[in-house]
């Protein structure tokens, strides 16, 4: 029921951020973040070669949980930078060479939900995305922004790493996760 609601939740999402970067609506609330709109132009990259497709990615991944308690400290004193319960979607745009991309993940303390685009370069979707986390006081927000060295690439086994490089409330992130089609 939760995967549900959470793959409803990011469907709406994109296509709200669709509708926001047409002119044609505003920005929803959500109780953790606030999408915001994103360039459209995506990161520095070459050009993309004719015969190349988001298709492999498109679809909701997450990473696998871990449950050994001794495992998730020593992950979280190994790499205080990084971003746990990481979620990734890619939703086709209108042509196969770029898609839309929700970024979910647990950084800096914080859940984050943030949204943008992705561009196919070779067998890599190089993405960028932006967002608002809702702090728990007063109602005050600050910015969560993945904008350079962000990547997702076929992995072993039906797998994707994704690859994140950001700022969360001013505290640098970045990491790897590999995740798996739900």
Not at 46 to 53: D, E, G, L
Request: proline residues 6%; aromatic residues 6%; positive net charge.
């Amino acid at each position: 029921m939760a995967r549900r609601l959470i793959a409803g939740i990011a469907v709406a999402l994109v296509m709200t951020w669709t509708i926001a970067c047409s002119g044609k609506g505003g920005y929803p609330t959500e109780p953790t973040a606030t999408p915001t709109a994103v360039p459209t132009a995506a990161a520095s990259v070459p050009a993309t070669a004719p015969n190349v497709s988001v298709d492999s990615f498109v679809g909701d991944w997450q990473a696998d949980p871990v449950m050994d308690p001794a495992a998730i400290a020593e992950a979280e004193a190994a790499a205080a930078r990084s971003c746990s319960q990481v979620e990734f979607k890619a939703v086709r745009d209108v042509d196969s060479k770029t898609a839309a991309v929700v970024f979910a993940a647990t950084c800096a303390r914080m859940r984050i939900h943030v949204v943008g685009v992705g561009n196919m370069v070779g067998d890599t979707l190089f993405w960028k995305a932006r967002g608002e986390v809702k702090l728990p006081d007063a109602g005050r927000t600050c910015a969560a922004t993945f904008v350079e060295g962000n990547k997702a690439q076929p992995a072993p086994e039906g797998r994707v790493k994704v690859t994140y490089n950001g700022t969360v409330c001013g505290a640098a992130v970045g990491g790897t996760a590999l995740v798996r089609r739900r």
